[in-house]
């Protein structure tokens, strides 16, 4: 007995030890219930069919734990013992070094495939080689400063510290609704007076940071100055503080612009920050979906009521868009969030065509004390 279950213990140190191997492969065709182990086992070497055998006696528990017999695996049922062999099968290329009857074949495809593999680690660490060379002869060139002082920094598209900590980031705790940030931290889960007394149409807002300081300048630089490279920054810490949005949502869409101002600004801010957050979270992009159909007033110096009365109907779906709206979350991103008339304005033409749900995600929010807002 203990002779038997040391062989039964060398099998499976062998069986471990080439199961590490990457170009090994195991294939056993067992289904069903494991059935239990008896104490026989025994092992045997086939170098002239390239695998290895285990047999291995088992006890017949059930008929249900005999899978169907296939190439991999060979099933005898006796009247009171079944047999289970399990192979390990060995590719061409390991197969023309490890047994000596292989045909040159077998070691030319090994070859060939050591070869290629070989040619694509090279040519990866080319590509990474030549890319870190060129940042290095680019940052010589051009030194990276930081993207709203100017100063000097470590990394392009970086901010310095000093503009970093000008920065009003908002984190937890804030409002699960709203996402506006709370003073103290009252437990988690908790709903801002303005969320309960005026609920928006959308389901969950996000912002990075509040609309002051150095967000503030970051936005109009990228809104009105034409620096359009600043959606890089900006999109990444977008896409970090939505991630929670991400996570739910499954696609992006940006607040679109109307034609004629689209056209006076070149770009929309909006499906510049949204086309970099769909890139780092992977959700799919469509910034066609939502279009602005009504010319509006601009938003800047009205009240709340206005800002809402001004966008009623701005917003549509069109009819051949609605199958992909339908039954989805979105993901709606704009630059900044000041009363939320622009994005509950979306939401509703999203909802109204289909959509399961709409969350918000920008860069900065306004946030405030009560007063009326009209930035």
């Known amino acids: 007995m203990s002779e038997r279950l040391k062989n039964l213990g ?14 090994w492969r195991m294939s056993m065709s067992a289904g069903g219930p494991v059935p239990r182990l008896r ?5 045997g070497k086939q170098s002239h069919r390239n695998h290895l055998q285990v047999a291995l006696h088992v006890a017949k528990t059930d008929a249900r734990a005999i ?27 390991e197969a023309a070094t490890g047994s000596g009857c292989a045909s040159p074949a077998a070691g030319t495809t090994a070859i060939s495939r050591s070869a290629a593999a070989l040619l694509r680690e090279a040519a990866t660490r080319t590509r990474h080689s ?12 051009y030194p990276p400063t930081c993207i709203a002082c100017q100063a000097a920094t470590g990394d392009a598209q970086a901010l310095c510290p000093a503009c970093w900590r000008g920065i009003g980031f908002i984190e937890r705790p804030y409002c699960e ?30 912002a990075v940071c509040r609309f002051d300081g150095t967000a503030r300048e970051l936005v109009h630089r990228l809104k009105y100055g034409d620096r359009v490279e600043l959606s890089l920054t900006l999109g990444r810490m977008m896409a970090q503080a939505g991630r929670e949005l991400a996570a739910d949502a ?3 869409l940006p607040v679109p612009l109307h034609r004629t101002r689209l056209w006076r600004r070149r770009f929309n801010q909006a499906a510049a920050l949204a086309r970099v957050v769909s890139r780092e979270t992977g959700l799919p992009l469509a910034t066609t979906l939502l279009t602005r159909i009504r010319r509006t007033r601009q938003q800047v110096g009205l009240t709340r009521t206005q800002r809402a009365d001004n966008l009623q109907g701005a917003f549509h779906v069109s ?6 709206v339908e039954g989805r979350r979105i993901l709606l991103v704009d630059d900044v969030l000041t009363t939320g008339a622009t994005v509950n304005a979306a939401s509703r033409a999203l909802l109204r065509a289909g959509a399961s749900a709409v969350d918000v995600l920008t860069f900065a929010r306004v946030v405030t004390d009560g007063r009326e807002v009209t930035t």
């Open 10 to 23: 060398k099998a499976a140190q062998y069986l471990d030890k080439r199961m590490k191997s990457p170009f």
């Open 39 to 43: 104490h026989t086992a025994s092992l």
């Open 67 to 93: 899978p169907a017999g296939t190439s991999s695996a060979a099933w005898g049922i006796g009247q009171r013992h079944t047999m289970a062999e399990w192979r390990i099968d060995i590719p061409e290329g």
């Open 130 to 141: 030549f890319r870190t060379g060129l940042r290095g002869l680019i940052g010589i060139v």
């Open 177 to 206: 609704r709203l996402g506006t940030p709370f003073p103290v931290d009252l437990g988690a889960g908790l709903l801002s007076p303005a969320a309960i007394a005026d609920p928006p149409v959308f389901a969950r807002a996000r």
């Open 250 to 252: 499954d696609l992006v």
């Open 319 to 324: 009819t051949a868009m609605r199958g992909l």
